[in-house]
């Protein structure tokens, strides 16, 4: 089983079909997009994940305002909506579903919003409460957290004592961090500033421990192009590929 959790940004624009191409050439049984949007471009790219075999979509898009970025969760198994209690108030940026796999599991897509917003510590907190009082089965979330360890996931000071506080909060509740969980302390960073070109770890899975015994790996991987070297070419962000035993 391989899942794949994708910042597209922006909605894809032009680079949809790239994008559709290189998520089929990655093969995951389910897709988590987020910075998906209403917009005609990301309208084609459900339609063609469609085409591919992900006949079970759902978006947390709102038409009325389309250009806002949203989730995208796209799956070749059924998937029914969860509403967990507590989780983050956010319904453009989170979104969980129970998938009818062969071994059934929750999966949740996030996007949670930058410091700036005024509104990062309470998304971060809900899902944290979440965690802490989960009791069903096999779960993971997955997406981009604008959030990192201190020294480890960061090329420049960045994050502060709260994101690291939750980065291990969600590990002491064994809701693991899927890429240290296999590569230990290696330096890895999902996107780079474009001013001054730094890179940072923004881009996570957290696995539960009802989950993790079945992980075999958790990597990233940027988005290719033809001959091109950009490693931004699809995306400022890579993504996060995981794969399971079935």
Known sequence: MRIVSWNIR???????????????????????LSEYRGTPASLWLAEALEQQGYVYQHSTANPRTPAVNSLLMASRWPMSRMRPRPSPKEPRRWAMFAIAAPTPFAIGAMHVPNRVTGRKGAFLD???????????????????????????????QAF?????????GMEKTRWHDAFRRIHGK????????????NGFRLDEGFVNRRLIKRMTEARYVWGELGGSTRRDVLSDHAALILDFTD
């Open 186 to 197: 290696e330096l890895a960073y999902t996107w780079y500033s474009p001013n001054k070109g």
């Open 126 to 156: 809900a899902l944290l409460a979440m965690a802490q009082t989960w009791r069903r089965g096999p779960a993971l979330i997955v997406g981009d957290t604008n959030t990192g360890r201190i020294g480890i996931d960061e090329e420049s």
């Open 10 to 32: 922006a909605g894809g624009g032009v680079r949809v079909e790239a994008i559709a191409a290189q998520l089929a050439a990655w093969n995951p049984d389910v897709i988590a």
């Open 160 to 168: 502060d004592r709260f994101e690291d506080d939750w980065m291990q």
